[in-house]
């Protein structure tokens, strides 16, 4: 994942909403989000170069996603996938604070990277850089190639989006939602990051949506838990050039 925002109890009818934008190589072969055959209590999609996930849920209640740092740097070749971390939470029992706390003596093998859990009770953030966590207070949060929060020009920008949309009354816009996941406006020079892929790249890099030669945004993800315990899970999947792929829909009552 690429884009991450959580509002957490910042809804009348959700205790979680997830909207997420995964970025990736096109030629990174993955599939659509369903139950998987092995680990059938995980739906999520699967990255079929080492087999993990980037977001997921799990039949008893568990969200987990993940989004990697950008900085060219210090990019180890030899790391493990972190595609496995998302899948870890998923098929565990213990809570997201337990899970966080053993993640900080083993996250040091893999290149940085940023983990958000929900147990079904609480929601922390878990950051490699530095072995941060914190639980994620209610309200909006949004984590992209960085630390937590930290105010890129397309985690303000959709973290302001998201809000207005949540404070409009009735039911939820989930279409408007994915229309704000598909913003493909780029920031101005002087509001771009500096993260070691030069300014041409940081500028293909900074919209919401990501349409570059070679990568982009692969799907969109909208995750919605009520407060009945009723989830909605809807991916949206892109082709090279944006075009609309695949829509995988899930609906389960957590136990």
């Not at 030629?27 to 993990?52: C, M, N, S, Y």
């Not at 213990?94 to 706390?101: F, L, T, Y």
């Not at 999947?237 to 609906?251: D, E, I, N």
Request: aromatic share 8%.
């Amino acid at each position: 994942m690429c884009l991450l925002l959580t509002a957490l109890d910042a809804h009348p009818d959700y205790k979680l909403i997830v909207a997420a934008n995964r970025d990736e190589y096109y030629a990174r072969p993955a599939t659509p989000a369903h139950w998987w055959h092995d680990q059938p209590q995980i739906f999520a999609g699967r990255d079929l170069q080492h087999g993990g996930t980037w977001l997921g849920v799990s039949r008893s209640g568990r969200f987990a996603a993940l989004t990697n740092f950008r900085d060219p740097r210090t990019f180890k070749a030899d790391a493990p996938s972190r595609g496995s971390l998302p899948r870890d939470f998923l098929i565990a029992e213990h809570s997201a604070d337990a899970h966080a706390e053993a993640l900080t003596q083993r996250s040091s093998i893999y290149n940085d990277f940023n983990l958000v859990l929900w147990d079904g009770v609480q929601a922390r953030v878990f950051a490699s850089r530095g072995a941060y966590s914190a639980e994620i207070s209610p309200g909006l949060s949004a984590v992209s190639n960085h630390l937590p929060n930290t105010p890129w020009p397309k985690v303000v920008r959709s973290k302001a989006s998201l809000a207005d949309l949540l404070a409009q009354p009735g039911a939820l816009q989930r279409d408007a939602i994915f229309a704000l996941l598909r913003d493909r406006s780029p920031a101005r020079d002087d509001e771009l990051p500096e993260t070691g892929v030069g300014l041409t790249l940081e500028r293909e890099l900074s919209p919401i949506f990501i349409a570059h030669d070679g990568y982009g945004t692969r799907c969109s993800t909208l995750v919605t838990v009520d407060r009945n315990g009723h989830v909605e899970f809807e991916e949206r999947g892109y082709a090279p050039g944006a075009a609309l792929q695949h829509v995988s829909r899930q609906h389960l009552n957590l136990r």
